[in-house]
DNA sequence: TTGAAAAACGGAGGCACCCTCCGTATAATC
DNA sequence: GATTATACGGAGGGTGCCTCCGTTTTTCAA
């Protein structure tokens, strides 16, 4: 047994081709620039020029919208997981919890789509999007257990609960003003979830 | 002067034709059944069909899909308006607030494309959606009004962020178990308001 | 180096939708 | 009944979605 590449068990170990990882990169490049440029329903089609791809190779690549989606966004998404860690070693439960909230507003307002990877995250009917929503739910969870074990925050609000009230209340985030907004609404949300110390 | 119909100047007064308005009503019944179906997205040609009109008559009743979705939810939009009224003039501030809110997230979950329909009166671009945004707007900013001048609720929270937060709430409401997450929170958001009466 | 064979490329093609335009049909008025 | 303003319908040109398959490129073993 044992040849060189071809292993055994059908767990063939050909390295992907050049031209099909240099093309990916590229997709992926495009498809920022994309749907940076005219939002989450922008034209696939547009993507694979921009690319100067074929359509074909799009959907090789990446079979569904959402499956782009969730490339072009994955990294962000886990700096907003990071931030959880950190916040969580650095700052008292309400604070760190507070500081997350905006700091995701502040990520849909510089980052063009992040909005659209939120919501992804947040509504993807895929397998794909799991991830980013797993991700995220446990980040807020993290935080939210541990303000929860120091009895300063309600326990009926669940990480599901408030990435949804965060997720929506920044879906509207086209309209003057909506940054300050949100802000006041999460703060008014989590002194609304909050136990006062006696 | 006066003649019968046709007024002096230019503002004629020809009543529409029968087929007209006739046809309007069937593509209004079509609308809010393909809608409801289909989402918001669903296609306008689909409703010509379902009118069993062509599609060039459907624009020319409705230039855009958002004067379409306009008419067909208007009403469902002044009925949560008229409610409002009802609730200021029957129950505490604070609880009319709470329970109309909470009324909001029954009407989405009742009547499809109510969603929709809030979405649009909080996102709309157009003027058309001006009536609906204005209305839901006042409706909710009186029982807040109402509510800080009876020293109930923080004052730096408006009828615009409500709105905002509302209708983002019930953004992703096709999750199993939304709805009680949204009354969770909306709950939560509306304690967060309160000034503990001392 | 070379020559299969595997893998990837590209875009034509079929379908649906969007919206406009204008010849034809029909209701309202005289 | 004739006239004319009004409305109807759907063909047509454009775009996007996604699939399928003949062609090209890369890899790997001999």
Redesign the interface.
């Known amino acids: 047994m044992s040849g060189h590449a071809p292993e055994h068990a059908g767990v063939t170990a050909r390295r992907p081709r050049r031209d099909a990882s240099r093309n990916r990169d590229r997709l992926l490049a495009a498809a920022k620039t994309v749907f940076s440029a005219g939002g989450p329903a922008a034209s696939l089609e547009a993507v694979a020029r921009e690319a100067g791809l074929g359509i074909g190779t799009l959907y090789r690549h990446f079979p569904t919208r959402e499956s782009l989606f969730e490339a072009v966004y994955r990294r962000e998404v886990e700096q907003l997981a990071e931030l959880a860690e950190t916040l969580e070693a650095e700052a008292p439960p309400v604070a760190a919890l507070r500081r997350w909230l905006h700091a995701n507003v502040e990520f849909v307002a510089t980052k063009k789509g992040m909005a659209a990877a939120l919501e992804l995250a ?2 993807g009917p895929s397998d794909l999007t799991a991830y980013s929503s797993d991700l995220l739910t446990r980040a807020v969870g993290r935080l939210l257990a541990r303000a929860v074990a120091a009895g300063a925050i ?1 326990a ?3 990480a ?3 990435l ?2 965060l ?6 985030h ?2 003057p003003g ?1 940054q300050a ?2 802000l ?2 999460l ?8 136990i006062p110390p006696r």
């Open positions: 947040a509504r309600r009926d609000i669940g599901a609960d408030l949804r009230a997720v929506g209340m920044c879906y509207l086209d309209e909506w907004s949100v006041r609404l703060d008014a949300l989590v002194d609304g979830m909050r």
